[in-house]
Nanobody, 115 residues
Framework: QVQLVESGGGLVQAGGSLRLSCAAS????????MGWYRQAPGKQRELVAG???????NYAGSVKGRFTISRDNAKNTVYLQMNSLKPEDTAVYRC?????????WGQGTQVTVSS
């Protein structure tokens, strides 16, 4: 089972960019499907973007065309490049790893977009 540590969050103005990183420990990173989720205050957690072990990606409609998920298996890291950020993107972003029935979560990183 992997362990996950996110970084890269912060405060940015609307229209700006951030890149989140999720560093994983463990030998099975490349086998995991990875995802970025977010949860804003008073709202349910939602999937932002996912990437399979084979590199296939999917995105929430609200971020399609603005966010890009990628992975570097040599570095055991998954990234979320976020461009054209909007105030409604403000949330805690958490990294998720899925391998079979095993799910692992990172601790989360705060992203705040000011208008």
């Amino acid at each position: 089972q992997v362990q996950l540590v996110e970084s890269g969050g912060g405060l940015v103005q609307a229209g700006g960019s951030l890149r989140l990183s999720c560093a994983a420990s463990g030998r099975t990173f490349s086998l995991n499907s990875m995802g970025w989720y977010r949860q804003a205050p008073g709202k349910q957690r939602e999937l932002v973007a996912g990437i399979t072990s084979g590199g296939s990606t999917n995105y929430a409609g609200s971020v399609k065309g603005r966010f890009t998920i990628s992975r570097d298996n040599a570095k055991n890291t998954v990234y979320l490049q976020m461009n054209s950020l909007k105030p409604e993107d403000t949330a805690v972003y958490r990294c998720n790893a899925q391998l079979g029935s095993v799910t692992t979560w990172g601790q989360g990183t705060q992203v705040t977009v000011s208008s």
